[in-house]
Structure formats: structure tokens, C-alpha cells
């Protein structure tokens, strides 16, 4: 049996990475803030099993809480754990609230180093152990407004590099995928940071070489190798998946 944990998987590109994981067979262990969407994920019909955990990734307890759960799931084995979870807050830099900083940094770094700490035994009892966290080409270029996020995400491409090291001996590899502009309700923040939210995305859209946002969908191919004992090979690295938005 494989057993893989997502972090932030009710919606978007987690719900998309739980969906495969299932299709492929894995029991996936789904944790997340929010209790309905998770639910109603857990729900569909597939062929790996799956269980919910409702858990705040807020709370600096949480990542140990669903790292057990995968662990009860797994008989002590984790062989995939993916930390999905992200928020982004975007504001003029005089007002950037400290607060918003503070809840930036525990979810989206604080809460993969956590994760690393408590899953490191039962991801090295697995035969292929995979930790993978979602970065975002904002670790690579940056945006007004939105100085923590950049920060973090860029942060967890250091965490990745420094894990890869630790567990190299293991076997246990630790990478990052990188979305580019992915329509998900996520980068709702960052439109209504825009003084012409159409004229910016049409933009945007320009600047893309495959000439669209990405879907969900889209990000899964590289989620799905990246836990695979095909990427074995592979660690400390970050794959970029952005229709060739960085590469122009
Ligand atoms: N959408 C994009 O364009 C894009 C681009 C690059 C990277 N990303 C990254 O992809 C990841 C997923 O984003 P998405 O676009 O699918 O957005 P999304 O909002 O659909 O998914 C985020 C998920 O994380 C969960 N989450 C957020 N805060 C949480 C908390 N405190 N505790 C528990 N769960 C929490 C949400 O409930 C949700 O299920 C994020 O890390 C984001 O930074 C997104």
C-alpha cells in the first residue's frame, strides 16, 4: 500500500494532486482548514481509500497532528507527503499589516519545515520516501504588494536544498514544483491588488509562450513523478511548471 499526505488539498492544485494520487491507487490522507470542501472531496468515488483531517496549518501543532494521521493510515509508513498548502495577501508596502507576515510564514514555510521534522522517520521507512512542496515561479521574480509571499515561497527552495542534504542518506529525496499562473480562486488577492485587473491579465496572458493560464490539472503531471519512485534520482530540485512564462 502506498500512503501519501497532502497538506492543503480541499481545492485547487492540492484537490487536483488527491484526485490523481487516488486514481493511482495511493490511500491519501488529506489535510486541510477546510472542512467542507475536504468532505465533499472525500466523497468521490476512486480507487485509493482516503481520510480527512481538519486541521489549521495556522496552528505550529497541526503538521505533526497530520503527519500522525498519514502515520495511523501507513502502519507507521508514509511513503508521499505534499505540502500544497499556501496563502497570499497583497498590500501596499507602508500598510503590510505584520500580522499578514506572521500568518505567511507559518503556512507557507514554517508549516513544510514542521511537516519535514515529524514525517522524516516514516517517510525513511518507505521504500521510495517523497517530500514535495508547492513553491511558485514568485520564488523566482516578484510582484508589488506581495513581499511575503515571495519571500516564503523563495524561502522553501533553501528548505528543500538543506532537507535534500539531511536525507540524502536515506534515500528520502525533498523537492519543489513551481506553478506559474494557475487559475485557481488563489490569486484573487493579487487581481484586486490591480488598478485595471483586466488589462493586467490580458498582460499576462501575452507574456505566456503556451498562451493561457494553467489549469490545476496542469501541475499534476510533475506532482505525480516528483512522488514517484521514478524521480529517485532527483533531489533538492525545483521544476518549474508555467506554460514558459519564466523562460521569456
Ligand atoms: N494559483 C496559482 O497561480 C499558483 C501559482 C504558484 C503557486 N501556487 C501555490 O499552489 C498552492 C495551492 O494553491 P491553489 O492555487 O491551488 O489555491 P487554493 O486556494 O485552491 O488551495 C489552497 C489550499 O490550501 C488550504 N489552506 C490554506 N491555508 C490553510 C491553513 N491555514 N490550514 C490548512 N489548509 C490551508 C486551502 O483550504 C486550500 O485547500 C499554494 O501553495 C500556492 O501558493 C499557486
Redesign the pocket.
Known amino acids: 500500500m502506498t500512503t501519501s499526505l497532502v ?9 487536483a494532486a488527491v484526485r490523481a494520487f487516488r486514481a493511482r491507487g495511493d490511500t491519501v490522507v488529506l ?4 472542512a467542507d ?2 468532505a465533499r472531496l472525500a466523497a468521490e468515488d476512486a480507487s485509493g481509500g482516503i481520510r480527512f483531517a481538519a ?4 496552528d505550529p501543532a ?1 503538521p505533526r497532528r497530520a503527519v500522525e494521521a498519514a502515520e495511523e493510515a501507513g502502519d507507521g509508513v508514509i511513503d508521499a507527503v505534499f505540502y ?5 495577501e497583497a498590500h501596499p508596502l507602508a500598510e503590510w499589516p505584520v500580522a499578514a507576515w506572521d500568518r505567511a510564514v ?3 514555510l514554517r ?1 513544510p519545515f514542521l511537516t519535514a521534522q515529524a514525517a522524516a522517520a516514516p517517510l525513511a521507512r518507505a521504500a521510495h520516501g517523497r517530500f514535495l512542496v ?5 520564488a523566482l521574480r516578484g510582484h508589488a504588494g506581495m513581499p511575503a ?1 515571495h519571500a516564503t ?1 523563495a524561502g522553501l527552495l533553501g528548505l528543500i536544498r538543506a532537507l535534500a542534504d539531511e536525507w540524502g542518506p536515506t534515500g528520502v529525496t525533498a523537492n519543489a514544483v ?10 484573487r488577492g493579487f487581481w484586486d491588488h490591480q488598478s485595471d485587473p483586466a488589462e493586467a491579465m490580458e498582460r499576462l496572458v501575452a507574456g505566456i509562450p503556451l498562451g493561457r ?2 489549469a ?1 490539472d496542469d501541475v499534476v503531471g510533475a506532482i505525480l513523478f516528483l512522488t514517484s519512485p521514478e524521480s529517485a534520482y532527483i533531489t533538492g530540485q525545483a521544476l518549474v511548471v508555467d506554460g514558459g512564462y519564466t523562460a521569456v
Open positions: 497538506l492543503g488539498g480541499a481545492t485547487g492544485i492540492g484537490a489535510a486541510d482548514r477546510d470542501r475536504g486541521v489549521d496549518l495556522l497541526s500544497n498548502a499556501g496563502v497570499l507559518a503556512v507557507n508549516g508547492t513553491s511558485s515561479t514568485g509571499y515561497k513551481l506553478p506559474g499562473w494557475i487559475d485557481t480562486e488563489f490569486n493560464q494553467g490545476p
